[in-house]
Nanobody, 119 residues
């Protein structure tokens, strides 16, 4: 089992920045990839960015050049630095982690943190 707790959300003006954090606990040694997803009201949850245990990253086209995902394995913490925020970035942001145990992949989610960007 892995527990994930996000923090760092809030209200910010367009053009501003936020850094989201996701603290992992439990069986963190089994974590492979981690990522950030978001869900805006009335929309489906979508991938924002992901990072593998080897450090390879992937970003949604909508955030490329504005967001940076990183992980501090010593602190078991995942980050998402978001710059040049736009009103359309308003959503609940969720951290997730994928683990592999005897060939079985499991996915864990945090409770989410709200990001609101005013115009």
């Amino acid at each position: 089992q892995v527990q994930l707790v996000e923090s760092g959300g809030g209200l910010v003006q367009a053009g501003g920045s936020l850094r989201l954090s996701c603290a992992a606990s439990g069986s963190v040694f089994r974590i492979n990839a981690m990522g950030w997803h978001r869900q805006a009201p009335g929309k489906q949850r979508e991938l924002v960015a992901s990072i593998t245990s080897g450090g390879s990253t992937n970003y949604a086209d909508s955030v490329k050049g504005r967001c940076t995902i990183s992980r501090d394995n010593a602190k078991n913490t995942l980050y998402l630095q978001m710059n040049s925020l736009k009103p359309e970035d308003t959503a609940v942001y969720y951290c997730n982690a994928a683990t592999t145990n005897w060939g079985r992949v499991s996915t864990y989610w945090g409770q989410g943190t709200q990001v609101a960007v005013s115009s």
